[in-house]
DNA sequence: GCCAACGTTGGC
DNA sequence: GCCAACGTTGGC
């Protein structure tokens, strides 16, 4: 099993949003960067549990799990000229992005932000906090989870 | 709101 | 194939 960190701004799409959808699960669609699109294609498996993320948020912080319920299949918004994720280039034949579903696991007690992240020993070498990251979906180990659950529980 | 970092685009 | 310009991300 794998481990996963996925970002959202909370004002787009939260984990409160995630709670109460239907299902309590969601199609990750419209990331449109290649590293994180070979992960969602060739990596992400049923059952992989994810660190669900608020950027651009106050604070930015970690705030809960979910887990992945769909495995990686084409991102249909792609295919759509009225979608603001709309991509000429991927086409039905070929598709050029990828999306998965997350299902709604549980909220921390507390959000683990990325202050705290940064002053953890164990964290330190997370994709999240390298200067530049980008990655709206990136891996992370199985004692950089833990650490992070621990700390949000 | 600022701006550093980085990926992508397109002219050459 | 190079690289400047541009757009986006995301912490601060």
Redesign the pocket.
């Known amino acids: 099993m794998k481990y996963w960190l996925i970002?959202s701004?909370p004002g787009v799409f939260s984990i409160d949003d995630l709670a109460k959808a239907k299902n309590k699960t969601t199609h990750w669609d419209g990331v449109?960067?290649?590293?994180a699109r070979n992960y969602i294609r060739d990596e992400m498996k049923i059952g992989d549990k994810v660190i669900f993320?608020h950027?651009?948020?106050e604070?930015?912080a970690a705030v809960g799990i979910c887990e992945i319920s769909k495995e990686g299949y084409p991102d249909f918004t792609a295919f759509d000229p009225s979608n603001v994720h709309y991509d000429p280039?991927s086409k039905k034949e070929n598709p050029a992005w990828f999306m998965f579903d997350v299902k709604f696991v549980k909220k921390f007690s507390r959000p683990v932000s990325?202050?705290e992240i940064?002053a953890d020993k164990k964290l330190q070498k997370m994709n999240?906090v390298?200067?530049?990251?980008?990655?709206?979906v990136m891996p992370v180990t199985k004692d950089e989870f833990d650490e992070i659950v621990r700390m949000g529980n």
């Open positions: 970002k701004e449109r960067n290649y590293q993320y950027s651009n948020a604070p930015p280039k990325i202050t940064k999240l390298q200067r530049g990251n980008r990655l709206s």
